[in-house]
């Protein structure tokens, strides 16, 4: 499953083990990031096809991103390949997010 390698990004360090991090956070790593004065988190190619979040604070991001993958696995067409892949990628995983 491909996710986003930018280089030029200004990565944000995040304890993925840390006990407030969301379940799926911790699964999943999206890649964390400066935007101007927001943090972004990013799961997948880019912004419009994976799984984008954003907030003032790491911690606002990482939740905002969190309730976007529940969205889009809760909400998605059968047309939708990235969403197929998180689907099974679970399932195959045996997570629970």
């Not at 990565?11 to 400066?34: G, L, M």
């Not at 809760?74 to 990628?89: G, I, K, P, T, Y």
Request: aromatic share 8%; with cysteine.
């Amino acid at each position: 499953m491909e996710n986003l390698n930018n280089e030029d990004l200004e990565v944000v360090t995040v304890d993925y083990k840390a006990t407030d991090t969301p379940e799926s956070v911790k699964k999943f790593q999206p890649r964390v990031y400066k935007d101007g004065d927001a943090i972004c988190c990013l799961f997948g190619p880019d912004p419009q096809a994976g799984i984008f979040g954003c907030g003032p604070t790491t911690e606002a991001a990482l939740k905002d991103w969190d309730r976007h993958l529940h969205d889009r696995l809760s909400h998605h067409a059968q047309s939708d390949d990235f969403a197929e892949e998180l689907v099974a990628l679970i399932a195959e995983n045996q997570w629970s997010v």
